[in-house]
């Protein structure tokens, strides 16, 4: 794979990809266009850490019901659950 400069197409591409909505892909293209690297950085770095808040909220969502699933497991398994 060959690390070269990518089209504007192909960096549209890959923030679709990533979810970006539209409003973000017009300003981070803007700032390709000014060729304003610290500016994209920055645009990336706020998107990422975004979406990675949202995932770790859906990670504490996920050990809530784990929690409930164990609990109601370790129930059945000393015969206490209810059918």
């Known amino acids: 794979m060959l690390y ?3 089209t504007e197409e ?3 591409q ?3 990809d990533a979810g970006c909505p539209a409003e973000f892909i017009g300003e981070y293209r ?3 266009e000014a060729k304003d690297v610290p ?3 920055r645009l990336l770095g706020m998107y990422r850490c975004g979406m990675l808040e949202r995932v770790h909220a859906e990670q504490k969502r996920l050990d ?3 929690y409930l699933r164990y609990r109601l497991e370790k129930q059945m398994k000393e015969g206490r ?3």
Do not use: F, H, N, Y
């Open 4 to 6: 070269g400069p990518m």
């Open 10 to 12: 192909q960096v549209t």
């Open 14 to 16: 890959i923030l679709k």
């Open 30 to 32: 803007l700032a390709m």
């Open 39 to 41: 500016r994209q950085l």
């Open 64 to 66: 809530c019901l784990d």
């Open 81 to 83: 659950a209810e059918k």
